[in-house]
Structures are given as structure tokens and as C-alpha cells.
């Protein structure tokens, strides 16, 4: 069929408003983000340009929630407007009815939905591994490897490292805990009072020297410990040879390419281990895109049966059905991650939901039947059960 001139000119109203939402939500987004991208410039001095990679990398993970429900606020919004300038009234007197309506909001929401797909299955694999390198190489690149009082370094694989106090200018550690997991049943734990930190960046080794400490070794196998105190004792440990063992450790669910999870799931399978968080994270990179056509749908009677309310109440319904999604989300991940539901169920749970409420209420609005009567209507129910029950 093709597009006649009432779906150009929805299609000319959605996409703008889409925009600006989707700037919007993003930067409120992002500036989550920033509070880490701060501690990268303050203790590692980070360029702009790194900065700004840094952003570009992390913006697919807020894009596969942001694009939703700027698709959602954008047809609630049009409709909204819309319906307040009585132009769907003037259609509804030409012949128009609101499924006529239902191609361009559907053509619009399949290609947010393809967009926030792309997102799921290759921006957001790539923009995590490449923010988790980029940081690395940040870090390395630092004559104080990120080493930053009072917390946990786990820069080197297998070495855990906290320091009470780091003097940068005399590189003096203070209060120093070392847990050193890299002979396999034989964990060491140091403890010292003090070291000192020497750093070769051209031979990429790194060099604690400890001072007045204990070394206590446990030997898993024969069911022994012992402790053994020192005067001085030095680790070394090779930058470059941790940074072989960061690119290529094993990845997470949510870095995984779809193919790679799939190679995952079928391996953990085999072996005999859970993989139902796999299988979760697999039917979640196709059920959140799919929230852009149920969130679409469920925003057109919403929209015209908001009729003579202000842009603002339209942003905050678009933002409590929104919630309404992510809270069914977060539960069904919670029912899916204890077994008590199907991982496919567990994901496509909100999706199942909100899109029935959809269809329900777009049946509803294009009979011209008051939606505000059907809210009023399970409002009354909802106080007769509660005191029934109180009763």
C-alpha cells in the first residue's frame, strides 16, 4: 500500500518529536555514566578525546532503552496533539477511522524497533568490550595504575591489591593487602605496613616492594597453612602480559555477540551448567526492540483519549507505562533468574502485557468508547475488593 498523504503527515510529526526525546533521554542518561568518566579524568588525567569515546562507547547500552519510550513519547505526544486540535475528530468525519491510523504509527515503531535490534545485537556487544578496553589502556597507561586509597584494584589478573593510603609524589603505600590467587590451590595473603610502588612503562613492569609484613599461604590440596613473616619482599608483575589476559578473558552475557551466546548456551548445556541467565539475556536482545511496537500501540489511545490535557501530563503517562514495562521487566528477570518461570516467559512477560493492554484499548478507543470510564470503572473495583478484604 502506498503512503498517502495522512501517512506522511503523521509519520512529519512523529519523527521530530521522536528526536528531541531521544536527545533528551539520552543525556539524562548519560550523565549516569559521567560520575565514572569523572574519576577516569581526576585520577588518571583522561584527555577530551578519550572522554568523548569513552560516551560513544557507552551509548548503545542507554539507547536500548532510550529509543522505547522516545518511540512511545513520540506517538503519545503527536496524538496528544492531535487529538487536542480536533484533527482526529476532522478525520473520524471524513471516513477515517483509528485503524486507518494504525499503518504509519506501525511503520514507525517496526523501524524504532529494527533500530533498538541493532542496538541489542551489535552496539551494545561492541560499545562494552570497547569502553572495558579503552579503560584498561587508560589505567596502564598511568604511572599509578589507578591505585586509589581505600579501594579494591584488580588491575592484574588474578592479584587483588587495596592500599590505606597511596602518596602519589613519593609513591609510598600505606596499610597494604595483597591477595595473590595465581598458583591454582595455593592462595597467598600479604599484609604490610608499608611498600613502595616502582613502575617501568617502557618494560611494562611493575615492581611492589614491601616492608615488616606476613605472608600467609594456604595449601588447599594437602589441607596446610603457614605464615611467614618478612623484613622485605618484591612482586613483580608484567603489564603487558595482564594486558594479553584482559583482551582475552572470557566475556560476559551481555558483551557476547549473538552468536557467541549461542555458542555459550550450547556449551554450557553440554557440560551440564545453568545457562538460564544465557537464555534470558538472548530472548532479552529481541523482546526489549519488540517494547517499540507494543509501547507505540499501546500510546495511541492513550494519546487521543488524553483529550484537552497539557504536553506535560503526556510526558508523565508516557513515563509511568514506561516504569509500568521496566518493573514487569525486572520482575519477570527476577521470576526468570529462580527458575519459577521460562526464560522466554520471563522475558517476553512485559512485552505480553503491555501489548494486550494495547490492543484492548485501541479496540476500545476506535468504538469512540470513553477510556476514562473503563480507569474509573477498575478504580471502583479495585476499593470494593480492598474492602472486602478489610472486611
Same mark, same amino acid.
Given at each position: 500500500?502506498?503512503?498517502?498523504?495522512?501517512?506522511?503527515?503523521?509519520?512529519?510529526?512523529?519523527?521530530?518529536?521522536?528526536?528531541?526525546?531521544?536527545?533528551?533521554?539520552?543525556?539524562?542518561?548519560?550523565?549516569?555514566?559521567?560520575?565514572?568518566?569523572?574519576?577516569?579524568?581526576?585520577?588518571?588525567?583522561?584527555?577530551?578525546?578519550?572522554?568523548?569515546?569513552?560516551?560513544? $562507547?557507552?551509548?548503545?547500552?542507554?539507547?536500548?532503552?532510550?529509543?522505547?519510550?522516545?518511540?512511545?513519547?513520540?506517538? #503519545?505526544?503527536?496524538?496528544? @496533539?492531535?487529538?487536542?486540535?480536533?484533527?482526529?475528530?476532522?478525520?473520524?468525519?471524513?471516513?477515517?477511522?483509528?485503524?486507518?491510523?494504525?499503518?504509519?504509527?506501525?511503520?514507525?515503531?517496526?523501524?524504532?524497533?529494527?533500530?533498538?535490534?541493532?542496538?541489542?545485537?551489535?552496539?551494545?556487544? @561492541?560499545?562494552?568490550?570497547?569502553?572495558?578496553?579503552?579503560?584498561?589502556?587508560?589505567?596502564?597507561?598511568?604511572?599509578?595504575?589507578?591505585?586509589?586509597?581505600?579501594?579494591?584494584?584488580?588491575?592484574?589478573?588474578?592479584?587483588?591489591?587495596?592500599?590505606?593510603?597511596?602518596?602519589?609524589?613519593? @609513591?609510598?603505600?600505606?596499610?597494604?593487602?595483597?591477595?595473590?590467587?595465581?598458583?591454582?590451590?595455593?592462595?597467598?595473603?600479604?599484609?604490610?605496613?608499608?611498600?613502595?610502588?616502582?613502575?617501568?612503562?617502557?618494560?611494562?613492569?611493575? *615492581?611492589?616492594?614491601?616492608?615488616?609484613?606476613?605472608?600467609?599461604?594456604?595449601?588447599?590440596?594437602? @589441607?596446610?597453612?603457614?605464615?611467614?613473616?618478612?623484613?622485605?619482599?618484591?612482586?613483580?608483575?608484567?603489564?603487558? *602480559?595482564?594486558?594479553?589476559?584482559?583482551?582475552?578473558?572470557?566475556?560476559?552475557?551481555?558483551?557476547?555477540?549473538?552468536?557467541?551466546?549461542?555458542?555459550?548456551?550450547?556449551?554450557?548445556?553440554?557440560?551440564?551448567?545453568?545457562?538460564?541467565?544465557?537464555?534470558?539475556? #538472548?530472548?532479552?536482545?529481541?523482546?526489549?526492540?519488540?517494547?517499540?511496537?507494543?509501547?507505540? #500501540?499501546?500510546?495511541?489511545?492513550?494519546?487521543?483519549?488524553?483529550?484537552?490535557?497539557?504536553?506535560?501530563?503526556?510526558?508523565?503517562?508516557? #513515563?509511568?507505562?514506561?516504569?509500568?514495562?521496566?518493573?514487569?521487566?525486572?520482575?519477570?528477570?527476577?521470576?526468570?533468574?529462580?527458575?519459577?518461570?521460562?526464560?522466554?516467559?520471563?522475558?517476553?512477560?512485559?512485552?505480553?502485557?503491555?501489548?494486550?493492554?494495547?490492543?484492548?484499548? $485501541?479496540?476500545?478507543?476506535?468504538?469512540? *468508547?470513553?477510556?476514562?470510564?473503563?480507569?474509573?470503572?477498575?478504580?471502583?473495583?479495585?476499593?470494593?475488593?480492598?474492602?472486602?478484604?478489610?472486611?
Amino acid at each position: 500500500m502506498k503512503p498517502t498523504a495522512i501517512d506522511r503527515y503523521i509519520m512529519a510529526e512523529l519523527v521530530p518529536v521522536f528526536g528531541v526525546s531521544l536527545a533528551v533521554f539520552t543525556l539524562v542518561f548519560l550523565t549516569h555514566q559521567l560520575l565514572d568518566i569523572t574519576n577516569f579524568i581526576v585520577n588518571y588525567g583522561t584527555g577530551l578525546g578519550v572522554v568523548m569515546l569513552m560516551l560513544v $562507547y557507552s551509548t548503545p547500552y542507554f539507547l536500548v532503552y532510550v529509543i522505547p519510550i522516545s518511540t512511545m513519547m513520540a506517538v #503519545l505526544l503527536t496524538f496528544l @496533539r492531535m487529538s487536542g486540535d480536533n484533527e482526529i475528530v476532522a478525520l473520524k468525519s471524513s471516513g477515517v477511522s483509528l485503524y486507518r491510523l494504525f499503518y504509519p504509527v506501525m511503520g514507525f515503531c517496526v523501524a524504532a524497533c529494527l533500530l533498538t535490534l541493532l542496538m541489542t545485537l551489535w552496539g551494545l556487544p @561492541r560499545g562494552k568490550v570497547a569502553f572495558k578496553q579503552l579503560a584498561y589502556t587508560v589505567v596502564t597507561s598511568n604511572p599509578n595504575l589507578g591505585i586509589v586509597d581505600r579501594e579494591f584494584n584488580t588491575l592484574f589478573n588474578g592479584i587483588t591489591l587495596y592500599v590505606g593510603q597511596f602518596d602519589k609524589k613519593q @609513591r609510598v603505600l600505606s596499610d597494604v593487602f595483597i591477595e595473590d590467587q595465581r598458583s591454582a590451590g595455593k592462595p597467598v595473603t600479604i599484609c604490610a605496613p608499608s611498600g613502595t610502588l616502582d613502575v617501568d612503562m617502557v618494560g611494562q613492569v611493575v *615492581r611492589l616492594s614491601l616492608a615488616d609484613g606476613r605472608m600467609y599461604q594456604v595449601d588447599l590440596r594437602d @589441607r596446610s597453612s603457614r605464615v611467614i613473616r618478612f623484613e622485605t619482599y618484591d612482586i613483580h608483575l608484567d603489564l603487558e *602480559r595482564a594486558g594479553q589476559v584482559a583482551s582475552t578473558a572470557a566475556r560476559s552475557e551481555k558483551e557476547m555477540s549473538l552468536a557467541e551466546l549461542f555458542d555459550h548456551i550450547q556449551k554450557a548445556g553440554a557440560a551440564g551448567l545453568p545457562r538460564g541467565s544465557a537464555r534470558m539475556e #538472548l530472548h532479552k536482545k529481541f523482546s526489549i526492540p519488540f517494547a517499540c511496537v507494543v509501547l507505540g #500501540l499501546l500510546a495511541v489511545p492513550l494519546g487521543v483519549q488524553a483529550r484537552g490535557r497539557k504536553t506535560s501530563s503526556g510526558i508523565g503517562l508516557a #513515563l509511568v507505562f514506561f516504569l509500568l514495562y521496566y518493573l514487569v521487566l525486572s520482575g519477570g528477570e527476577i521470576l526468570g533468574e529462580s527458575g519459577f518461570l521460562h526464560p522466554a516467559l520471563a522475558m517476553w512477560l512485559p512485552d505480553m502485557v503491555m501489548g494486550g493492554l494495547g490492543l484492548f484499548l $485501541y479496540a476500545e478507543a476506535a468504538k469512540d *468508547r470513553n477510556l476514562r470510564t473503563f480507569f474509573e470503572m477498575l478504580q471502583v473495583r479495585f476499593r470494593a475488593g480492598a474492602r472486602g478484604e478489610a472486611a
